[in-house]
């Protein structure tokens, strides 16, 4: 694969033009291809297969001009202290803000609250549901308008007056303050680390390209494919975090090369040879594990994975085409100062930079240290982690709702009235779907249902049936007393389920429960029973795919164990921070509650690929030390030399990218960017540049121990690019001498 890559490098070098002309043009495509077509919608999150999957699959198709509303809103109103609802002036004045939102061309109907029954028991808070034609995206803003002038009008009157429902819906777009300080982080680490402003913005420049492309592909496939705005936030967070550090690993390695002595194009064709190489491996890993989200079976969480696959798919590509093409056009401006000095045009030879005399490096320094002091390092580390970890075990899975929301909204605001007029759990119904083989039936059965429901403790109203058209159908709605979320609502919910199976043993009719709230129940189990497969698919894959890269036993094993500890300390920072509220007003965050049920294994595939590019960045040259004759301890410091600054500055890079996901006002991306940042300083700077170099420090020459059995039968995929240096003479120097080496046919 090396010599593949060296032959794409050079390649890309000569023919810049063409290859930067060529991406351009995929920029263009994409603009257009963005512009262009229809707006996407964000879908209900669906869990085919579940209970309530398949209520809800029956209510469509036994309700079928019934059960698709478009968007729908509340308007809820409070009574000043001392007064209710019902007197006279603030029963005008509810009337009258309900009546100016019927007759829109938009609006269904808007429901009169005191004829709908929907005033509280004393009186103080009542509400009015508006039901709209089209979906919240399609709401139009004189639509909306009126919705706020009706709240603004009894408001005026003296009431209180919130808004809640799904007409407030938004997509949520990327481009805030929070992300352009991540980026302008990312910038000012570039700079430090490369001490260049042409070579800091290079990796900058194809990283937005990337992620332009990728963020107008996955535009103009949002109708046709059903992707929505947290995809393309997704593949933007991914796109942007990737693409610079894959930049970065091979421009930091051409820098080397032509240090060393080597002409421009034959410096590009070792950088994308030798970096390129682990850049291809390690957004492998990062496609492999998202593409493999699919295998939970959530359309929504399938989605997310092929848009982040995608992006990081297209990152690799930029960096193994476009970086080494900008390398030509950008010329000697790339390098650093000293470069520039050895490498001014005297003579046709290429010179080397003289190796920094001095001081070894604070990578040279902490190998070093960690050589001196192993098992101190290691057991401070792995029980530091441990620590961190512990929160975990008390992960709690759900969905977020308008309870969620900062308590400046309506919506949250909304949310809360109704809770207080009406009980906690009226913002969390749960449908009982009654289907009967025979309509003659419908009436006895749901008769015995709604009896067993009314006498169940946690149940604290049931409305009225409704039948189907064809009246073999019924629905019930059931007020649980607790709120959506809460641990009795769950119980509640499989309850019902197993205290009706009696009924439908006994009449032959399906009884299903279904709702929001038991959707999300569900959703939330099926994540938890599916978490433990896929991480044992997670780490099995990884383990593998180290074990043909690295030709050890142990190694993978090792990498494994500390993918573990990273992901295990990141899932406690989540449950501390938005389960307990721990440092959450530093966050930003308002509400505490469940942690996300999509997070954990979409956490676990995004950083599953993302510790193996530390790992494979650090370890390679490691490997590439030790197969040339350097001792074990020797080796991790020559790793440490000429990768460490580079590692280090690519993680704190991708933490920053992250972090600046967090300001966004939505609590899956601001769960996604929290729990990625925590999971990439955890794994980059404690598993990979303190238990590594321990665990490999102890182990000595075990560590890159096989089995001749192995060693015959696993491929040679070459990632440290050894057939590269049988082209081109090894120094013959030590480790901190840098000598010229004589570019493939130049003469």
């Known amino acids: 694969m090396a010599t593949f890559l060296y032959r794409i490098g050079r390649w890309s070098f000569r023919r810049r033009r063409l290859v930067i002309g060529l991406w351009l043009g995929a920029l263009v495509v994409a603009g257009i291809a963005a512009a262009t077509a229809p ?52 029963k005008a004045a509810v009337e009258d803000a309900v009546g100016s939102l019927e007759g829109g061309d938009q609006t269904a109907s808007a429901t009169d609250p005191y004829k709908a029954g929907a005033v509280s028991k004393d009186g103080t808070i009542a509400y009015s549901t508006i039901t709209y034609t089209a979906d919240a995206v399609d709401l139009s803003e004189p639509t909306k308008k009126v919705l706020d002038a009706a709240a603004s009008h009894a408001r005026d009157a ?165 970086v080494p093409a900008l390398f030509g056009s950008f010329g000697r401006r790339i390098l650093s100062r000293a470069v520039r000095r050895a490498d001014r045009p005297r003579s046709r030879r290429p010179r080397p930079v003289p190796a920094a005399a001095g001081r070894p490096g604070l990578g040279t320094r902490w190998a070093r240290f960690v050589l001196r002091r192993p098992v101190t390092v290691l057991l401070v580390a792995g029980l530091g982690l441990g620590a961190v970890a512990v929160p975990a075990l008390s992960l709690d899975l759900g969905l977020p709702g308008d309870e969620s929301k900062p308590v400046q909204t309506t919506e949250r605001r909304a949310y809360d009235l ?145 993918f573990l500890l990273s992901v295990g300390a990141a899932f406690g920072v989540l449950v501390a921070v938005f389960q307990w509220g721990w440092g959450a007003d530093l966050a930003g965050i308002e509400q505490t509650g469940p942690v996300m049920s999509l997070m954990p294994i979409l956490i676990i595939g995004i950083v599953f690929g993302l510790a193996m590019d530390y790992e494979v960045f650090l370890l390679t040259r490691m490997r590439e030390s030790y197969v040339r004759g350097a001792s074990p301890g020797e080796a991790i410091v020559s790793g440490f030399r000429h990768s460490g600054r580079v590692v280090a500055a690519a993680a704190i890079i991708m933490i920053s990218v992250f972090t600046g996901f967090i300001g966004i006002d939505s609590p899956t991306i601001q769960t996604m960017g929290a729990g990625l940042a925590s999971a990439v300083a955890f794994d980059a700077f404690v598993v990979r540049m303190a238990i590594a170099p321990a665990v490999l420090a102890l182990l000595g020459h075990r560590a890159w121990w096989l089995p001749r059995s192995l060693n015959r039968v696993l491929p040679n995929v070459d990632i440290e690019g050894e057939a590269l240096s049988r082209r081109v003479p090894a120094p013959a120097a030590g480790p901190d001498t840098a000598v010229p080496r004589l570019p493939v046919g130049w003469d």
């Not at 699959?57 to 509340?74: I, K, T, V």
């Not at 007056?161 to 819906?169: K, N, R």
């Not at 930091?252 to 030798?274: D, I």
């Open 39 to 90: 707006e996407g919608k964000d879908e209900d999150l669906a869990m085919p297969g579940t209970e309530s999957q398949k209520a809800f699959d029956l209510l469509d198709e036994r309700f079928p001009h019934g059960n698709s509303q478009g968007a729908e809103a509340r308007l809820v109103f409070q009574a000043p202290d001392g007064q209710k609802v019902t007197a006279g002036p603030n």
């Open 418 to 562: 109704l809770s207080e007029g009406f009980g906690p759990g009226f913002n969390g119904p749960l449908t009982v779907v009654v289907d009967t083989p025979n309509a003659a039936d419908t009436r006895a059965t749901t008769d015995l249902v709604v009896k067993d429901l009314r006498a169940m403790d946690g149940v604290a109203s049931v409305g009225d049936r409704v039948l189907s058209p064809a009246k073999d159908t019924a629905v019930l709605t059931a007020v649980p007393r607790d709120a959506p979320n809460s641990a009795a609502t769950k119980d509640l919910v499989h309850s019902i389920r197993g205290e009706v199976s009696g009924i439908e043993a006994g009449s032959g009719a399906r009884i299903l429960v279904t709702g929001t709230t038991a959707l999300n129940i569900d959703i939330s189990e099926a994540m938890s029973d599916a978490l433990i497969p896929y991480l044992t698919v997670v780490i099995g894959l990884a383990m593998l795919l180290l074990l043909v890269v690295f030709r050890s036993v142990l190694v993978p094993v090792k990498a494994a164990l500390g």
């Open 158 to 322: 003296g009431l209180t007056v919130e808004t809640g429902g799904s007409a407030l819906d938004s997509e949520v777009s990327p481009g805030g303050t929070t992300e352009l300080v991540g980026v302008v982080v990312a910038a000012v680490v570039l700079i430090v680390a490369l001490g260049s402003l042409v070579a800091a913005g290079l990796p900058l420049l194809t990283a937005f390209l990337g992620v332009a492309i990728a963020f107008g592909l996955v535009s103009a496939l949002a109708v046709p494919l059903g992707l929505s705005s947290t995809v393309a936030i997704l593949a933007l967070m991914l796109g942007l975090a990737v693409g610079i550090d894959y930049a970065l690993f091979i421009t930091s390695r051409f820098r080397e090369e032509r240090a060393r002595g080597s002409a421009p194009e034959e410096a590009a064709g070792l950088a994308v040879g030798t970096a390129g190489s682990a850049v291809v491996f390690a957004g492998a890993t990062v496609v492999i594990a998202l593409a493999g989200l699919g295998v939970v079976g959530i359309p929504e969480l399938t989605k997310m994975g092929l848009g982040g696959a995608g992006a990081v798919a297209l990152a690799v590509l930029v960096a193994l085409t476009l």
